[in-house]
Nanobody, 121 residues
Framework: QVQLVESGGGLVQAGASLRLSCAAS????????MGWFRQAPGKERECVAA???????YYADSVKGRFAISRDNAKNTVYLQMNSLKPEDTAVYYC???????????????WGQGTQVTVSS
């Protein structure tokens, strides 16, 4: 069982940066691929970034060049650095975990509770 707790969301203006963090429970964090999803009102939840260990990464086209995912296995934490934020990035952002990166981008086994990111124009 893996428990995920996100933090770092908030209200920012367009062009600003935010860093989301996701702390995971358990002693086998490095065994899991980690992902970040987002869901805007009226839209489906989508995977924006994912990372496994030792470091294969995936980015959705909509965030390539602006967002960066990273992980610190010693701290059981995955991060999402979000730069050049746009109003269309407004959504609830969820952390997710699964044993394989293909799984974590589609049907993760574990989810966090989500953190709101709001970007004003």
């Amino acid at each position: 069982q893996v428990q995920l707790v996100e933090s770092g969301g908030g209200l920012v203006q367009a062009g600003a940066s935010l860093r989301l963090s996701c702390a995971a429970s358990g002693r086998t964090f490095s065994s899991y691929a980690m992902g970040w999803f987002r869901q805007a009102p009226g839209k489906e939840r989508e995977c924006v970034a994912a990372i496994n260990w030792p470091g294969t990464v995936y980015y959705a086209d909509s965030v390539k060049g602006r967002f960066a995912i990273s992980r610190d296995n010693a701290k059981n934490t995955v991060y999402l650095q979000m730069n050049s934020l746009k109003p269309e990035d407004t959504a609830v952002y969820y952390c997710a975990a699964s044993l394989r990166i293909v799984e974590v981008t589609r049907t993760p086994a574990y989810w966090g509770q989500g953190t709101q990111v709001t970007v004003s124009s």
